[in-house]
């Protein structure tokens, strides 16, 4: 037998394991659905989901999470949490939790892994005023999960797209970790057409609650929320903007004061109140601990004066970018960098049907913090320079 027919049985064996292994509830990786079939993914060694996690692990946007705001911007330190690594805790947590609940971890490493890839420069705060820009310039709010599934479906291998699985794109569309909930139950009956359609429903109301079509997608949802809370509260006591006795006193004795300590509470009260249900959630003395500790996070670290005192550079920075980029593409100006770095080689079907505004947006979006202010720097701050104008 030769080696790829040999590697083949064995991945077939795998994908008829996983209905005797898993949860009954759990998605099977032979599920998998995509936009267009591939022979090479459905004769290879590798299960449906592993391609897919893969596929982000090798994209640019997933090498551009090195250098990526978490919360924390413009700040010297090595210790404070960056984007990538907010990501990996995800997949680890969400990984934990799928683990004793016989849940599919391809599927889990693949949505937490991409969760993210469409956040800006800056976090949130960038996130906000790109919003602002594209509002401005008629075309929809920004929204980074929305933008993490555009950039994996429309953006990547220069306007081709990944060809992941609906219930990974759903799963990132749908991790929404910002908004507080006790208890997710998946919505299993999906296709490309409800994908399009939520992303419209999800940019028209960005408070519209998405609920993913997969325990695996629910599981993502909770894990992003259980990886950043105790984590920003200790990037924040690292920082000098609380201490740990201001934590409030009625979530303390329920879920401790450190980040392990809150990781640990969160993951076993999650899986114990999951257990052989088609259902993730919380306990209600837990959820109910944890929604408060998400609004002392907002009042004491988010919207911390300190972490905000140069957030209207940012803003200014990023209106006078984003002009500058508009104007270029406006002009035909093949100098810029929205050509030479970003357009260059981008399908055409990418060009046709994305506006200026929205080419301007993804280009912006997909910066690291340190290549943003090195734009800013070429295209903004005035160059001293030396000898005679001629």
């Known amino acids: 037998m030769q080696i790829n027919e040999l ?13 005797m292994r898993l949860s009954p509830w759990a998605c099977l990786s032979q599920n998998a659905i995509r936009k267009k079939n591939e022979a090479r993914i459905q004769k290879g060694h590798r299960q449906e989901f592993a391609v897919d996690t893969d596929r982000i692990l090798h994209s640019l946007a997933y090498s551009r999470y090195i250098d990526k705001t978490q919360v924390f911007f413009l700040i010297k330190n090595d210790h404070i949490t960056h984007r990538v690594l907010h990501v990996q805790l995800v997949s680890k ?10 849940l599919n971890e391809d599927l889990l490493e693949a949505i937490a892994l991409g969760h993210d890839l469409g956040h800006t420069p800056f976090g949130h705060d960038g996130e906000k005023i790109l919003s602002k820009l594209c509002e401005d310039h008629h075309i929809n709010s920004f929204l980074h999960n929305i933008q993490s599934v555009r950039s994996l479906k429309d953006i990547e291998k220069k306007g081709e797209g990944l060809n992941l699985s609906l219930q990974v794109l759903d799963g990132v569309l749908c991790h929404d970790g910002e908004l507080h909930i ?5 919505c299993r009956d ?29 599981v993502v949802r909770m894990s992003d929320t259980i990886s950043y809370i105790g ?22 004795p329920i879920l401790g004061k450190t980040n392990g300590t809150i990781v640990y509470t969160l993951v076993e009260d999650l899986v114990t109140n999951s257990l052989d249900k088609p259902y993730i959630c919380f306990s209600k003395e837990v959820g109910e601990a944890l929604g408060r500790l998400k609004e002392f996070n907002k009042k004491n670290i988010y919207q911390n004066s300190t972490v ?18 508009y104007q270029d ?43 943003f202010l090195k734009q800013c720097q070429k295209y903004i701050i005035p160059q001293i320079k030396t000898g005679l104008y001629v």
């Open 231 to 252: 984590r920003d509260i200790e990037d924040a006591i690292r920082l000098g903007l609380i201490n740990r006795e201001q934590l409030p006193l009625d979530c303390t």
């Open 329 to 371: 593409f406006e002009n035909g100006n093949k100098n810029s960098d929205i050509f030479k770095e970003f357009l260059s080689g981008m399908s055409s079907g990418y060009q046709v049907n994305v506006p200026a505004a929205g080419i301007v947006r993804d280009f912006i979006a997909g910066m690291t913090d340190d290549y």
């Open 182 to 186: 006790h208890a997710i139950e998946p």
């Open 7 to 19: 590697l083949y049985k064995i991945r077939k064996n795998n994908d008829s394991n996983e209905k």
């Open 308 to 325: 905000k005192e140069q957030g209207y550079k940012i803003k200014l920075m990023f209106e006078l970018l984003f002009e500058k980029y």
């Open 190 to 218: 999906k296709d490309f057409n409800t994908l399009t359609r939520e992303i419209k429903q999800k940019s028209a109301d960005p408070d519209h609650n998405l609920w993913p079509m997969t325990m695996e997608g629910c």
């Open 93 to 102: 947590i969400a990984r934990t939790i799928g683990r004793l609940l016989r």
